[in-house]
């Protein structure tokens, strides 16, 4: 199986710019969640989305934003770029199911995308 | 509410010596998930483990091991005979019941360093 991927690595915008984030999840996975690490807030999550449908939501302002498609694939967006935005932004790919007789999660991270906001 | 607490910031070992890393978690769940995962300067989280919480069976992979005690609400991770490709920031998670989702919280990590 592929793992998760995310285009692209590294971006750099300008403060006031959008940018928009990709990722791909493992085949079969139909969740997909977003988050941002910086040095001083460390992993925070952003959102999830499942079946095309955003089903939690982190504490970041409206700027962030995101969507799933029909195939899983996801994106996120954020607008007006300050620069506290400038992260690593990582995306996981999730799945539940039963193994004997037992439920678990798989969670499994992409590379992550390196923003730098100028 | 739930939350993930390493209390070890950094740590600083030379090779082949043990080293166990700390992971305490809160949680009002009964079914919940917890993972260890690995960030070397890369960035990528490298899967290691992920427990249920009714599994409380130790597990060893290798030189890694993991203790996970619901009555002291701990996960934590040991490395046996440290090398230097073990130096990584290493991050224990939480994940709550699958009504939450797959939301996890993230401890602040543990930056391990295995000198030569």
């Known amino acids: 199986k592929a793992g998760v991927t995310q285009t692209p690595r590294y971006l750099i915008k300008t403060r006031g710019q959008q940018v928009t984030l990709s990722c791909s999840p493992i085949?079969?996975?139909?969740?997909v969640s977003w988050y941002q690490q910086t040095p001083g807030q460390g992993l925070q999550f952003l959102f999830e989305?499942?079946?095309?449908?955003?089903?939690n939501k982190g504490n970041f302002p409206g700027r962030f934003s995101g969507r799933q498609f029909s195939n899983s694939r996801s994106e996120m967006n954020v607008s007006t770029l300050e620069l506290g935005d400038s992260a690593l932004y990582l995306c996981?790919?999730?799945?539940?199911?039963?193994?004997?007789?037992?439920?678990?999660?798989?969670?499994?991270f992409g590379p992550g995308t390196r923003l730098t906001v100028l | 509410a739930q939350k993930v607490t390493q209390a070890q910031t950094e740590i600083s070992v030379v090779e082949k010596e043990d080293v166990t890393l700390d992971c305490v978690y809160e949680t009002r769940d009964t079914t919940y998930y917890l993972f260890w995962y690995k960030q070397p300067p890369s960035g990528e989280l490298v899967f290691l483990i992920r427990?249920?919480?009714?599994?409380?069976q130790n597990e060893i992979s290798g030189r890694y091991s993991w203790n996970f005690q619901k009555s002291t609400s701990s996960f934590n991770f040991t490395i046996t005979a440290s090398q230097v490709v073990d130096s990584a920031v290493y991050f224990c998670a939480l994940s709550e019941g699958e009504t939450s989702g797959s939301r996890l919280t993230f401890g602040e990590g543990t930056q391990l360093t295995v000198n030569p």
């Open positions: 427990r249920n919480s009714f599994d409380e």
């Open positions: 085949s079969g996975h139909r969740s």
């Open positions: 989305y499942f079946s095309e449908t955003q089903r």
């Open positions: 996981a790919s999730s799945q539940w199911g039963l193994a004997g007789g037992s439920s678990y999660n798989e969670q499994f």
